[in-house]
């Protein structure tokens, strides 16, 4: 459905990407993973035409979409919420629902009204609080209605940049659980993450990003099961102790 | 000091107020959306201002004509406007923007001036040149039809903001661009509209000023800068700030020139200015911006 | 060709040219003409300072210049000063005029600043016009007096001339000696980077002030030279907005930020006017169009596209060869001095973890508006230790950091340095109690040299003020010398020896990174903060970064750093604290940590626990 062939972006003199490949299949979740600054956000931001690619190719359902402008790839039927939920603040929820509707042309209506409703249903604390405005949420609420923005646009893929940033671990399971449910209705999802395990559990497959490049690729269940993965992203430290005893030994004999 | 020398005075300063009221709307409208103050923002009162003289004197148009003329003109202006001195800097720093608007308020000042010479022109006025009298308190009509069609205008506006998806689109743009890009909102056009309505609103300060004062290459100067305080006054970036900072101004400009100073009358609004970034950064109707690091 | 008739070469092509020029053009209007365009050149000078230098944008420069011919003109005609006293009266008034319109507005930037200097400038006509018995209002002050050398009068263009070069050289040779000092470096990391600056030990609100001063001060100067030169005459119409735009203008085309395209740009466009007469009324239409013509199309201005020329390129590796070659003689030298390499960068310090508590933060609290971004911390870092704050995103880490170092004033809680309260003291103060940073997203003085960079960690270490480094004093250049030495070092240390010389943001995102850390340790700090480092760096550099941190530990200096990267905080931290929705949760060493059920539920994962 999508598929990215080696895209390279660059930051003004800096080299954020280096050569990216990957692939999202109908209905799947795709999990990308990586540390800070391995080039996740650069990835989907070069998707959505946020960035353009200096090098590589991006295709979705066929079509060469690099170097479209954003606004048109959004009405292509790629969604994004992005990194920080960046809900308009001074705009109630409700007008943030709608503002999602954008891409979609001549839509009627009671389409649109219907919508909302699915997501209301999906997201019962939005509908109690879409008179107020973005930056009365609280971190849970934002990150719903940033959800549930994207669900607005009624796209054929969402990509999701980090929805369980600065979240509670109540709320994040929250989170997984739904973008599990939208999954299921139908929606094709690319999952940013750095909660790795959290990621790999719903996803299909998972891409590992490190400094620019594609690490490790893999199906979910493979990479959960990976030693290397186990040490670098799934917190399991088993050769720090040994470090940290190297630098104790230091110090004493220091 | 009579109580009806000062509504009368009152009466004037929120004319004179809802005049940088409207010139500080164009400002901070363009402001959230692009980050940028124009500062040949005044010129967008001064041009219509010379365009409505010259329909009117010269052509002979009647005054709803010679409306009609001035805001469609002021709206492609407005365009016009964006397209040679914002939208090449773009994606440059804030000083280039600023200079390049300086330099198209001076192109436009003395553009003013070699078409239409350097006396000053007296508009028509659309209003009897009899002040009205109510229960002693004699008000100048203009006055009246300024302060109503500004109340007219905010009122559309309101509607424009609270009630159209065109007007959400705007609000989105100049919150979050690049979200807003995203979403599939057209930026490049909102902020053209940007431009657009407040070249618009520039048009109606000035067809409203036009009547009281001359017409002169250097209104808009002085009518620009005050507004810019006006915005500031009332917290920058605000809607409601920039209106209700802008009759503030007026009202204590007039009562200043009148009762401490009339040489100095157009210190004033700076000093207010200086006293209020000093005391209340945020504006006298602001609100504390939080801090970000 | 050696350094001495290097230094010799540009003075004496001066003295030559100043000689000569009146021989040449022997036209007292053309005289004057130039005499006007140095005056104006003075002014942009001025402008250049805070603009180019500091990145404040002034509109109020005529204003100033016009202070400066009015107090001199006054002071002259009234009261019978002298007028070679005038150049200074005019200097003084004029800086103490820029200090007046500084102290409110330099809160402000950008646009907001622009606003009040202009309003400034309006007050500025306002008065003049209508304080009629000291300015005697817009009829302006006549026969104002020329300056005498014993019984000669400076009258002719000429001769006055010589007057307004002079002043012209010695002030461009003061603006090019500041931007190279520590004064000058002061100015310009607050044009790179306010709040870099700051936390690197400036002190910003004194610099821009200074800068405002100073550059009132040069328009004072310029505005003295018009006052008794020329006509001899002024009147308030001349020093109005539209001539502050002017002087803008010409800065900006001459090339923001170049002393000698202040000079280029004022010159130019003075003389312009006269050979675009014939355009006649559209003359200001033309002139308006081009500013916006060289926004668009010459950013840079013409000391930009200058500099880009091949030749100019060629001309500066061959003026600056010996400088180079210096430098390299000294690093060497500092390296082999240090003998053991890297060993000896740092004033040693008992670093054997005696358990000294080196900081102490007491309930400190950050409320933004609703939200506790930090809701009451305790925790104490130990002298020689390598301290981690941990914890999710958005549970109060960065912003504890910039509590720390001054960005953020506390909304409750107390910190203590080496005893010191410093809880909302301002950054450079807290800097110079030896409190250093880096940022999460690299904050660098990005048009600098990585040189320069360096060289402004050293800030609160050194003294020199305006005018031993306009001037530059012996005292100034021993300390310039020191400083170098320091950074050099440094730079050594990180291992960014060879790149001195290139400009600070065209490093790889690496090097950035190490960069800002010897700009961080140059101001010898005894707690660094270290907000990510390793954010974006690829294994081989996390490893590299991992043993310069127990370098710089050993050293002495004590380190609280933040980290996403567990391999890294656990393998490098003394000590952690974990902290979620503002609070602590946790402290301990990193096999407490690890085993902390709060901790693995908020933070670390399941997995954890099962290794």
Aim: charged fraction near 15%; hydrophobic fraction near 50%.
């Amino acid at each position: 459905m999508l598929e990215i062939k080696g895209i390279e972006t660059w930051y003004g003199a800096i080299q954020a990407l280096k050569g990216i490949s990957l692939d999202v299949k109908q209905g799947e979740i795709v999990a990308l993973l990586g540390a800070n600054g391995a080039g996740k956000s650069t990835t989907i931001m070069t998707v959505t035409g946020m960035l353009k690619p200096a090098k590589g190719r991006i295709e979705f359902l066929g079509q060469d979409i690099t170097g479209m402008e954003a606004e048109e790839i959004a009405e292509i039927g790629i969604a994004c919420v992005p990194e920080g939920r960046r809900i308009f603040p001074g705009l109630t929820v409700l007008d943030n629902l709608m503002l999602g509707a954008t891409p979609r042309k001549r839509v009627s209506k009671e389409e649109i009204q219907k919508d909302l409703k699915r997501i209301f249903g999906i997201f019962p604390q939005l509908e109690e609080f879409k008179g107020r405005l973005g930056w009365q949420l609280s971190g849970g609420q934002l990150q719903m209605l940033a959800i549930g923005r994207g669900l607005m646009a009624n796209s054929k893929i969402l990509l999701l940049d980090e929805p369980s940033l600065g979240l509670a671990p109540v709320v994040v399971q929250e989170v997984f659980r739904v973008i599990q449910e939208i999954n299921k209705a139908g929606t094709t999802i690319l999952l940013v993450e750095q909660n790795a395990r959290m990621a790999l559990l719903i996803a299909n497959r998972g891409f590992v990003l490190e400094t620019g490049r594609v690490m490790l690729a893999d199906t979910a269940a493979n990479l959960l099961a990976n030693e290397e993965m186990k040490q670098h992203y799934l917190g399991a430290h088993a050769h720090i102790k040994e470090a940290r005893q190297r630098r104790r030994d230091e110090k004493a004999g220091a | 000091m009579d109580w009806s020398t000062n509504l009368q005075m009152v009466v004037a300063g929120l004319a004179m107020g809802s005049i940088y009221a409207l010139v500080a709307l164009g400002f901070v409208l363009i402001f959230n959306a692009v980050n940028v103050v124009n500062f040949a923002q005044g010129e967008f009162a001064m041009v219509p201002a010379f365009v409505a003289v010259w329909l009117m004197s010269y052509l002979n148009l009647s005054f709803a004509m010679t409306c009609v003329i001035t805001v469609v003109f002021m709206g492609i202006f407005g365009i016009v406007f964006e397209r040679i001195a914002y939208y090449p800097l773009r994606n440059r720093s804030f000083l280039p923007v600023i200079i390049s608007t300086i330099g198209v308020g001076i192109f436009l000042k003395n553009g003013a001036q070699l078409i239409f010479g350097a006396e000053p022109l007296s508009m028509p006025r659309p209003t009897s040149p009899e002040a009205l009298n109510f229960f002693g308190v004699f008000v100048d009509p203009q006055y009246i039809v300024i302060i109503l069609c500004t109340l007219a205008l905010l009122g559309f506006q309101y509607f424009f903001f609270e009630k159209t998806m065109l007007g959400k689109k705007m609000l989105a743009t100049a919150q979050d661009k690049q979200m807003a890009r995203l979403l599939g909102i057209r930026v490049a056009t909102m902020i053209a509209v940007t431009f657009v309505y407040s070249s618009i609103l520039g048009a109606a300060a000035g067809i409203l000023v036009g009547p009281i004062f001359f017409v002169t290459k250097d209104m808009g100067a002085m009518i620009g800068v005050k507004a810019f305080c006006s915005s500031i006054v009332g917290g920058f970036g605000s809607i409601p700030g920039a209106i209700l900072g802008g009759l503030f101004l007026g009202v204590i400009e007039v009562f200043a020139a009148y009762y401490v100073s009339s040489a100095y009358r157009d210190a004033f609004a700076f000093i207010i200015l200086i006293l209020v970034l000093l005391l209340r950064p945020q504006g006298i109707f602001g609100e504390k911006i939080a801090e970000k690091a | 060709m050696n350094t001495r008739i290097k230094s010799l070469l540009v003075p004496a092509v001066l003295v030559v040219v100043v000689l000569l020029l009146p021989r040449f053009i022997t036209s007292s209007y053309w005289l004057n003409l130039i005499n006007l365009a140095i005056s104006f050149s003075i002014a942009c000078l001025g402008l250049n300072i805070v603009l180019g230098y500091t990145g404040q944008l002034s509109l109020a420069q005529a204003a100033f210049w016009g202070v400066g011919a009015y107090t001199s003109a006054i002071l002259t005609t009234q009261l019978g000063l002298p007028v070679w006293a005038g150049i200074f009266a005019a200097f003084f008034v004029a800086a103490l005029c820029g200090v007046l319109l500084g102290i409110p507005t330099l809160k402000l930037s950008g646009h907001y600043l622009a606003m009040a200097t202009i309003g400034f400038g309006i007050i500025v006509q306002l008065i003049l016009v209508n304080e009629i018995w000291l300015t005697n209002g817009s009829d302006g002050i006549t026969k104002i007096p020329s300056p005498w050398i014993g019984s000669f009068e400076l009258k002719d263009p000429a001769t006055f001339f010589y007057v307004a070069a002079v002043s012209l050289i010695l002030l461009t040779w003061g603006a090019i000696h500041l931007k190279n000092s520590r004064v000058g470096r002061a100015f310009m990391a607050i044009r790179e980077n306010e709040m870099a600056a700051g936390t690197t030990g400036v002190d910003t609100t004194y610099y821009k002030i200074m800068a405002f001063a100073l550059s009132a001060g040069y328009a004072g100067v310029g505005g003295w030279l018009f006052a008794h030169g020329g006509s001899h005459y002024i009147s308030p119409d001349t020093f109005s907005f539209d001539q502050s735009v002017i002087l803008l203008v010409m800065t900006v085309l001459g090339g923001n930020g170049s002393a000698i395209g202040s000079i280029v740009g004022g010159t130019l466009l003075t003389l312009l006017p006269e050979v675009l007469r014939f355009l006649k009324d559209s003359y200001m239409m033309v002139y308006a169009a081009g500013i916006v013509l060289i926004m668009i199309f010459m950013p840079r201005g013409i000391a930009g596209l200058v500099s880009n020329m091949p030749i100019s390129l060629r001309l500066r590796t061959w003026w600056n060869a010996d400088s180079v070659a210096t430098l390299q003689v000294a690093a060497t030298a500092s390296s082999r001095e240090n003998s053991g390499g890297s060993q000896k960068a740092f004033t040693p310090r008992d670093c054997s973890g005696s358990g000294e508590v080196l900081l102490t933060v007491k309930g400190l609290a950050k409320h933004f508006g609703g939200l506790k971004a930090v809701d009451g911390v305790d925790m104490a870092v130990r002298r020689g230790e390598i301290q981690a704050l941990i914890g999710p995103n958005g549970s109060g880490k960065t912003t504890i950091l910039n509590m720390l170092s001054g960005l953020y004033v506390p909304t409750a809680g107390e910190i203590s340095l080496g005893g010191a309260a410093i809880a909302g003291k301002k950054p450079h103060i807290i800097t110079s109690l030896g409190m250093a940073r880096t940022f999460q997203n690299i904050r660098l003085f990005g048009e600098l040299t990585v040189l320069e960079n360096v060289l402004i960690g050293r800030h609160c270490h050194s003294r020199a003020g305006l005018f031993t480094s306009i001037l530059r004093l012996p005292s100034q250049k021993a300390e310039e010398a020191a400083i170098r030495a320091k950074a050099l070092e440094m730079l050594e240390f990180v291992g960014l020896n060879g790149k001195e010389f290139a400009q600070a943001n065209s490093l790889p995102y690496g090097q950035q990174r190490l960069l800002e850390l010897a700009r961080a340790l140059a101001s010898d700090p005894q707690l660094l903060l270290l907000d990510e480092p390793a954010a974006g760096l690829n294994a081989a550099e996390t490893e590299a970064l991992v043993g310069l941190l127990f370098q710089i530990c050993t050293r002495g200096v004590t380190i609280l750093l933040v980290e996403h990267d567990m391999n890294l905080v656990m393998n490098v931290s003394d000590h952690i604290t974990v902290l979620n929705f503002g609070k602590k949760i946790a402290e301990g060493s990193a096999e407490e940590i690890e085993k902390n059920q709060e901790v693995i539920d908020a933070y670390l994962g399941t997995e954890v626990g099962n290794a």
